[in-house]
């Protein structure tokens, strides 16, 4: 069982910064690909990033083209935590922001949620105009 609990959600202007924090629990975090998604009210959840490991303790992120140049998606493995720094937000970045993570050994990346073993609770993002 892995947990997970995200913090570092908040309000922002148009144009400013947030960076979102996800701990997870586990031994072998290392090797988790850990995801991003956040969902608006009335949408779907939607794929924002996932970092994901491979031989060689090499990382491989992949992003929605909608964040594309303004989220990054890092990992500290000896916090166990992975973030997500957020830049040049806009008002249709406002959603509640989940981290997501997955045991298993992958070898592309995974975009949908229901291929995702495990949830954190959200945390909310709201960017004012």
């Known amino acids: 069982q892995v947990q997970l609990v995200e913090s570092g959600g908040g309000l922002v202007q148009a144009g400013g910064s947030l960076r979102l924090s996800c701990a997870a629990s586990?031994?072998?975090?290392?090797?988790?690909?850990m995801g991003w998604f956040r969902q608006a009210p009335g949408k779907e959840r939607e794929f924002v990033a996932t970092i994901r490991w491979s031989a060689g303790a090499t990382y491989y992120a992949d992003y929605v083209d909608s964040v594309k140049g303004r989220f990054t998606i890092s990992r500290d493995n000896a916090k166990n935590t992975v973030y997500l720094q957020m830049n040049s937000l806009k008002p249709e970045d406002t959603a509640l922001y989940y981290c997501a993570a997955d045991t298993r050994i992958r070898i592309a990346p995974i975009s949908l949620p229901h291929e995702y073993e495990y949830w954190g609770q959200g945390t909310q993002v709201t960017v004012s105009s």
């Open positions: 586990g031994r072998t975090f290392n090797r988790y690909t």
